[in-house]
């Protein structure tokens, strides 16, 4: 979602509890992406050109490849709520690891159509087909990514309880559809109007948390002033799980826009959400001002209904102005929790620093920082941090907190039980009906070049530099198979998970693979009159000829 989406409820809270609530706009200025580094946005390449920061994410991820029809635009996954240790936190970094300490958020992804959206080189996008595919560095062939269709990001955000999040509930999990889009004209270097910047930044939301009913809690659209009811949790009403419930998530296109449903098989309820125009969302409208030293453009947004980009997954299937490479993918947000004894104030600087920075607070603490007595306040574990990005690589995500990593009846006790998904399986396009697939292969990503701007040796953007794991890290996630009632299904956390049956390596050099070469869009000039393109390190990746972790399905012998 956007910057530190987890402060609404402690906002909603404060302007029913105090005289001086924070008024609507506000509270809005607190969900930009392009503002301060939180982990709910999706990871944008080129941040500091846009944004004049950094601001991006730790994002291990999975991604599924299919050249059949349906793989890209339709899926479902077996998805396992994971649950946190008896021993609960403790702020000298001793007691349990919860979840919400080692990831804000975990999230299924697609892209998706948006004709307004970056690249903006036509206003036209027509879903669920592989026309789209744009991805020739070369600016004279016909399928150079200059000339790529409008693309928005779906990131199915499942939100963990007791921390600081757009959920922030003491107990239960909440998800939501965030699409995001980027308001850029890559090929004639232009931005969006500065009117829609200060509103709603560059990088730009539509929101809507599941509910059992599937009807929005208010509109979804970024220009929607109703910030209670868009980001409010509503007994009900919005759709809410507990730790362990094992869930059918589904995701599919309908002639109003992509519909997720989420099934709760252990609680037996439902929840859903579609991209339609009826449920609010809109694209923002991407009309640069004429003259940007005068600006004169208001801001404004067009009720759209979200569809999936292509028909099919593959290499060849990304957002072009995306860090990552992909378009149906799992990914774990990690890197945005990092103690902190004391605050100069709420969501200010670290003063005195936690466990993790024995010789004071670091450049990487001075924002989106919450006292333990504050977050206490609404329920949520009592545990002071920073949520901003970690980019020392030395909070609580990078060491040996996760499940996995130890002794098995340690980790029992004090580390959470890990993510377990499914492999997804897709119908054919078209055949709501038919046969479920198996993807055909899979692959390992991790944008790590993105961020090890702070490393030393710093990585650029030629992987010069660039290490995985990261310096400072003493620990990085990894994906890893065990046996499940489909099958099989994949974990995240240590090489030692109990039960494990593969772990590609047992650490993330391996697993992760070599340096990732993207090309992304550069403007027209007088030496490049159709524009460019430039080839930069953003990921590791390793793709297998194979995915190891089938279902039950076809054998994908057709793909």
């Not at 940007?292 to 299937?317: D, G, I, L, N």
Request: net charge negative; proline share 9%.
């Amino acid at each position: 979602m956007s910057v530190l989406a987890g402060l609404l409820l402690f906002c909603a809270l404060g302007a029913a509890q105090t005289p001086s609530g924070l008024d609507s706009a506000t509270k809005r200025s607190l969900f930009r992406c392009d503002e301060i580094n939180s982990g709910f946005c999706t990871e944008v390449n080129h941040s500091t050109e846009y944004f004049g920061h950094y601001s991006g994410h730790d994002e291990p991820s999975l991604i599924f490849y299919s050249n059949r029809k349906g793989s890209g635009n339709n899926s479902v996954y077996h998805v396992t709520i994971p649950t946190d240790p008896p021993t609960p936190p403790q702020q000298d970094g001793t007691g349990g690891t919860f979840n919400f300490q080692l990831h804000p958020a975990f999230w299924l992804g697609m892209a998706l159509c948006d004709s307004q959206s970056s690249p903006n080189f036509t206003t036209v996008c027509n879903p669920d087909t592989d026309a789209n595919i744009f991805d020739n560095p070369d600016a004279n062939a016909p399928d150079f990514i200059g000339h790529h269709p409008g693309a928005a990001f779906l990131e199915l955000q499942f939100y963990p309880p007791g921390g600081l999040n757009t959920c922030s509930d003491p107990t239960r999990w909440c998800v939501a559809m965030a699409i995001f889009s980027f308001g850029i004209r890559d090929l004639a270097n232009q931005v969006n109007n500065l009117d829609c910047q200060r509103k709603v930044g560059l990088e730009t939301l539509n929101f809507a948390f599941l509910t059992v009913d599937g009807k929005a809690q208010s509109d979804a659209n970024p220009l929607n002033p109703d910030i209670f009811g868009q980001f409010g949790v509503f007994p009900g009403k919005t759709f809410q799980m507990n730790p362990g419930d094992q869930l059918i998530v589904a995701l599919r296109d309908t002639p109003d826009g992509l519909r997720v449903k989420i099934d709760d098989l252990t609680a037996r309820t439902h929840g859903s959400m579609t991209a339609s125009i009826v449920n609010g969302f809109a694209q923002v409208d991407f009309v640069p001002d004429p003259d940007p030293a005068q600006p004169s453009v208001t801001c404004s947004v067009t009720p759209y209904a979200f569809h999936p980009m292509y028909a099919t997954a593959s290499e060849h299937t990304r957002v072009p102005w995306a860090a990552h490479s992909y378009n149906i993918a799992f990914t774990d947000e990690i890197g945005h929790f990092e103690l902190c004894d004391a605050v100069n104030r709420e969501g200010g600087r670290c003063i005195k620093a936690g466990v993790s920075d024995p010789g004071g607070p670091d450049l990487d603490d001075r924002s989106a920082c919450f006292s333990g007595g504050f977050l206490g306040l609404f329920g949520l574990q009592p545990i002071g941090a920073c949520i901003g990005g970690d980019f020392d690589f030395d909070g609580t995500p990078y060491v040996d907190k996760w499940p996995g990593t130890g002794d098995p009846v340690t980790d029992a006790l004090l580390k959470p039980a890990p993510i377990r998904f499914t492999s997804p399986l897709f119908r054919d396009q078209g055949d709501e009906d038919g046969e479920l697939h198996n993807y055909r292969r899979v692959a390992f990503e991790t944008d790590l070049p993105d961020i090890e701007f702070l490393t030393n040796p710093q990585c650029d953007i030629f992987g010069n530099g660039c290490t995985n794991p990261p310096t400072g890290d003493r620990f990085y996630p990894i994906f890893s198979t065990a046996r499940h009632e489909d099958g099989c299904a994949w974990q995240l956390g240590g090489p030692h998970i109990p039960g494990t049956t593969d772990n590609f390596g047992g650490n993330s050099t391996t697993e992760y693979g070599d340096p990732l070469f993207l090309f992304f869009i550069t403007p027209i000039d007088a030496t490049h009159p159709n524009g460019g393109s430039i080839g930069i390190v953003s990921d590791y990746r390793r793709v297998l000829p194979h995915n190891p972790c089938r279902n039950n399905g076809d054998n994908g012998s057709a793909d």
